[in-house]
């Protein structure tokens, strides 16, 4: 099969075959750009809905750029990786001081704003902007190590080398846009990770993996790295039916984030002994009753995250004033209330409980 073969079949395919997502219809370069950010390392369905919510509430440059950081954080709640949201915010402040409010056309100049890296410049590039730039993310890797049969794991550097060579090889210079989509639409529905459809797939005849019984072995995936288990307890503390928040201090991970006072275990200590002890390096207050509410698990790309959660009261005579030793400023909030912050995913899942 030539290369031209190679790339007719497939937009012929993806012209059949493609999804209606909603920044397909216009390609217009801000959407492609929230959308390529939100698709990292989150499945299609869940950035849909987020996308839609977001376009709803920031439907362009201008309002991204007017917008509090906490309200980006709470459109972006759930998504994890905050530190894009930020970059997506502090970036969009730039476009609109030095671009005129919209995403430059050169890669330089995209890959000099926050949280713009090769891929996602190279995405705004060839599908924003129709430009003969080849791209390669998860979906990619996996279709063209399989159609070349590369014996080493994607993320290798000559690998990735190699493939974006590959690609563009075979990327037609007037329709990158359909082309690149093309590929990844086909890493997604065809050539999946598990019981890919090379029956129906229109690049069989020339893919090597196929023709030498290695599918399954292909990508060769990267050594795995451990999950490390990590154990955290919090406090959360009623009074006059309100609960006590706080925001993490800016430098710190998940730092502009909302949280129950809170961290991890020190050796020997109960989950309840460390919620105790939180609480009270963290704001000074005196808390009594402690009683155990819920225990919530969380997965991150290298831990895996289980957070107790305790319901406590403030103590006779503790005034509702916090000492901050952890924090950037605090709130007493309502159950509904709550909705309006936005905390990282294991404090999420105990204030959904709560509301449930
Ligand atoms: S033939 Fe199978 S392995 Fe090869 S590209 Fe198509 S779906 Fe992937």
């Not at 994890?80 to 997506?88: D, M």
């Not at 998860?138 to 159609?147: D, I, Y």
Request: hydrophobic content about 45%.
């Amino acid at each position: 099969m030539t290369k031209r073969m190679i790339t007719a079949n497939l937009l012929a395919w993806f012209a059949e075959h493609r999804r209606p997502l909603p920044w397909r219809g216009t390609c217009q370069p801000y959407q492609v750009w929230i959308a390529e950010i939100m698709g990292q390392q989150t499945q299609m369905e869940r950035v849909v809905i987020y996308f839609q919510r977001w376009m709803a509430q920031f439907p362009d440059i201008r309002a991204l750029a007017a917008a509090s950081e906490q309200e980006v954080f709470k459109a972006w709640e759930g998504l994890g990786y905050y530190s894009r949201a930020r970059n997506i915010r502090k970036a969009a402040a730039i476009i609109l001081r030095e671009h005129g409010g919209e995403l430059p056309r050169e890669q330089a100049a995209l890959l000099a704003l926050p949280g713009i890296g090769p891929y996602t410049a190279a995405a705004v590039c060839s599908i924003a902007y129709n430009q003969p730039v080849p791209l390669a993310d998860a979906n990619v890797e996996r279709v063209l190590c399989r159609m070349e049969d590369i014996a080493a794991p994607p993320k290798q550097s000559a690998v990735k080398k190699q493939l974006l060579q590959f690609c563009a090889e075979l990327l037609p210079p007037d329709n990158a846009r359909d082309f690149n989509q093309a590929l990844m639409e086909l890493g997604a529905l065809v050539c999946t990770p598990k019981n890919p459809a090379c029956a129906v797939c229109p690049l069989r005849d020339g893919c090597r993996a196929l023709a030498a019984g290695t599918v399954s072995l292909r990508p060769v995936p990267a050594s795995k790295l451990e999950k490390l288990d990590i154990i955290m307890a919090c406090g959360i503390i009623e009074n006059q039916g309100r609960v006590y928040i706080q925001q993490r201090l800016p430098d710190d991970v998940w730092g502009g984030l909302w949280e129950f006072p809170g961290g991890r275990l020190e050796l020997g200590e109960t989950p309840e002994q460390a919620a105790q002890r939180e609480i009270t390096e963290e704001t000074e207050f005196r808390v009594t009753g402690l009683r155990p509410f819920a225990a919530v698990r969380h997965q991150y790309t290298r831990h895996r995250v289980t957070l107790h959660g305790f319901f406590c009261a403030l103590a006779d005579g503790q005034a509702a004033e916090p000492t901050l030793h952890a924090a950037s400023q605090f709130r007493w909030v309502t159950l509904d209330e709550l909705e309006r912050f936005a905390f990282p995913a294991g404090h999420r899942q105990l204030v959904a409980k709560m509301r449930r």
